[in-house]
């Protein structure tokens, strides 16, 4: 069946704008995660939705920030003023519920660029 | 606050040589720990999830084991093939977290 896609693969911006990246779970998976991958480290996560509600938001690093989820399927992550220090790979994971015995399956990521 | 670390952070060696690759983490509370890999320009593919309550799980010419107390886990690949190359990402999952916590991952390259 179909994975995790994200749209767009690559995005490049000016300083100050405004982004946003939208993420496909796989059909029927309740759980969505983003995470975001600076060069040469390991994901860092930002933020989980359960359904339509983010259930966790701690990840997210400031208020330019924000994620929704209105139907509890597709996902848009929403960067507002981007700053050069945004620049990234930005990755949506989702699984069929959350939970220590789930495994979460990733997208193969948007590379946000800001100029 | 959860730290994952993972040694070697790279490694090049011949095909068909046996390896492994080490991750250790600071707080023994896991709820589980994952081993992914992750191939240029493209997402995360899990390998293997050992759950806090195992010991090592297998998948092929993959052996992951777990020690929680000292907070230590290896990766084991056999018989190394070309198609191996990738980079390895080790990451926990930890009580009252709905994340996961990465390490940076080891590179891995392996010549033909």
């Known amino acids: 069946g179909a994975g995790v896609s994200q749209t767009p693969s690559n995005k490049v911006t000016e300083k100050g704008k405004y982004v946003e990246l939208r993420c496909d779970p796989i059909?029927?998976?309740?759980?969505l995660y983003w995470y975001r991958q600076s060069l040469g480290q390991g994901p860092e996560f930002l933020i989980y939705?359960?359904?339509?509600?983010?259930?966790?938001d701690s990840g997210l690093p400031n208020d330019r920030f924000f994620a929704v989820r209105p139907e509890g399927s597709v996902s848009t992550l929403k960067i507002q003023r981007t700053e050069r220090g945004d620049s990234a790979v930005y990755l949506c994971?989702?699984?069929?519920?959350?939970?220590?015995?789930?495994?979460?399956?990733f997208g193969p990521g948007t590379r946000l660029t800001v100029l | 606050k959860q730290e994952v670390t993972q040694i070697p952070a790279a490694l090049s060696v011949p095909e068909g040589e046996n390896l492994v690759l080490n991750c250790s983490f600071t707080?023994?509370?896991?709820?589980?720990l994952q081993w992914f890999r992750q191939d240029p320009g493209k997402g995360l593919t899990s390998l293997l999830l050992?759950?806090?309550?195992?010991r090592e799980q297998t998948s092929g010419r993959l052996n992951a084991s777990l020690d929680k107390s000292s907070g230590r886990s290896t990766l084991y690949i056999a018989a190394s093939q070309p198609g191996d190359s990738a980079t390895y990402l080790c990451?926990?999952?930890?009580?009252?977290?709905?994340?996961?916590?990465f390490g940076k991952g080891t590179h891995l390259i392996i010549q033909p």
């Open positions: 994971a989702s699984s069929l519920l959350a939970g220590e015995f789930v495994t979460q399956y």
């Open positions: 059909s029927g998976h309740t759980a």
């Open positions: 939705f359960q359904g339509t509600g983010a259930a966790d």
């Open positions: 707080d023994s509370a896991i709820y589980n």
């Open positions: 050992i759950q806090s309550s195992q």
């Open positions: 990451a926990v999952k930890v009580g009252g977290a709905d994340g996961l916590t």
